[in-house]
C-alpha cells in the first residue's frame, strides 16, 4: 500500500510539472510570435538609419572617430554581455557565456564588462567579474529606458575605448537562436557609391547644414542599434523558452505514461495477491 501511495504522489506531482510547463510554453510562444512581427520594422529602421548616416559621413574615418570621440590608438575595449532576464529557457545563456569566456580570456585586461539581464548579473558574479554597470531588468517594458541608459553611458564613456561590442543572442530560425559579437563602434563604412549618394541626396532636403545634423543623427544610430540587438535578443529568449518548456512537456508526458503503467502494475499485482490470500484461506 505505501508503494502504491508514494508512487500516485509521484505521479501527482509530474501531471502538475506537466502543466506548469504546458503553460509557460504558450506563454513564451504568444509573447514571441508578438515581437516576431514587429523585429522586421526595427531591422529596416535601423538600416536605414545606418544608411543614411554612412552617406552624411561619407566614407570619412576621422569624421568617425571625431563625432562618436572614440580613441582609436587606445588598447581598451568596452564589452555589453546581454543574458536573458529569466531562465527556463534551455542553452540560451549557457552557451552564450562560453563564447563570452573564450573572447574575455583575451580581452581581460584591456576590457571592461557591462552585464544586462538578471542571468548574465548572476553568471559574473559566480565568475568573480566585476562589472561597470548592470541593468538586470531587461523586459520588452523597460527596453525603452535601458537602451537610452545604454546610449548615454556609450556616448559618455566612448573616447576611453577603441572598440564597443556587444555579445548577445539573435534567431537565426524559430528552432536555433545564434550567438554575434556586434561591435557598436567603430562605425562599419560602407564604400562610396556616386548612384547612391544621388539617390539619397533627392530622397531627403536638409534645412539645416549637414554637420549641425550629424550629432542627432549619430545618437539615434546608437539608440536604434542597441534598441535592435536588445529586441532581438528578447525574441531569441522567447523562441529558446518555448523550446525548452515543449521539451520538458513531452519529457513528462512520456514519464507520466510510465508511471501509470507502472502503478496498474503493482496495483494489479496486490490485488492478484489478496485474491490468492483470500481463496487459501477459503480452502482451509
Not at 75 to 95: A, D, E, Y
Not at 268 to 278: D, H, M, S, W
Request: proline content about 3%; some cysteine; overall charge positive.
Amino acid at each position: 500500500m505505501a508503494q502504491l501511495i508514494q508512487l500516485t504522489q509521484r505521479i501527482r506531482a509530474v501531471d502538475t510539472i506537466k502543466k506548469i510547463t504546458h503553460a509557460t510554453r504558450l506563454v513564451a510562444m504568444s509573447a514571441h510570435t508578438r515581437l516576431a512581427h514587429k523585429e522586421p520594422l526595427l531591422t529596416h529602421y535601423r538600416t536605414q538609419v545606418q544608411r543614411l548616416l554612412n552617406h552624411m559621413l561619407g566614407g570619412n574615418q576621422s569624421a568617425q572617430e571625431s563625432l562618436f570621440s572614440i580613441a582609436p590608438d587606445s588598447p581598451r575595449t568596452l564589452i555589453f554581455l546581454v543574458g536573458s532576464q529569466k531562465g527556463l529557457c534551455g542553452t540560451f545563456n549557457v552557451g552564450l557565456f562560453k563564447s563570452f569566456e573564450y573572447h574575455f580570456t583575451q580581452l581581460q585586461k584591456n576590457g571592461d564588462v557591462i552585464v544586462i539581464g538578471k542571468k548574465a548579473q548572476e553568471y559574473v558574479n559566480r565568475r568573480t567579474i566585476t562589472p561597470k554597470e548592470i541593468f538586470n531588468n531587461l523586459t520588452t517594458a523597460t527596453l525603452p529606458t535601458i537602451t537610452e541608459l545604454v546610449t548615454q553611458l556609450i556616448v559618455k564613456e566612448a573616447h576611453h575605448y577603441k572598440k564597443i561590442v556587444f555579445f548577445s543572442n539573435q534567431p537565426q530560425t524559430f528552432f536555433s537562436q545564434k550567438i554575434v559579437q556586434t561591435t557598436i563602434l567603430p562605425l562599419e563604412l560602407l564604400a562610396k557609391n556616386t548612384k547612391n549618394q544621388e539617390l539619397l541626396s533627392e530622397e531627403y532636403i536638409w534645412e539645416e547644414p549637414q554637420e549641425a545634423i550629424l550629432p542627432t543623427l549619430a545618437k539615434l544610430y546608437l539608440q536604434v542599434t542597441i534598441q535592435s540587438l536588445l529586441f532581438s535578443s528578447l525574441v531569441a529568449e522567447q523562441a529558446a523558452r518555448f523550446q525548452s518548456m515543449d521539451s520538458a512537456t513531452r519529457n513528462a508526458e512520456d514519464l507520466l505514461e510510465t508511471m501509470r503503467r507502472d502503478y496498474n502494475k503493482l496495483r494489479q499485482a496486490k490485488i492478484t495477491k489478496e485474491l490468492l490470500e483470500l481463496a487459501s484461506s477459503m480452502g482451509r
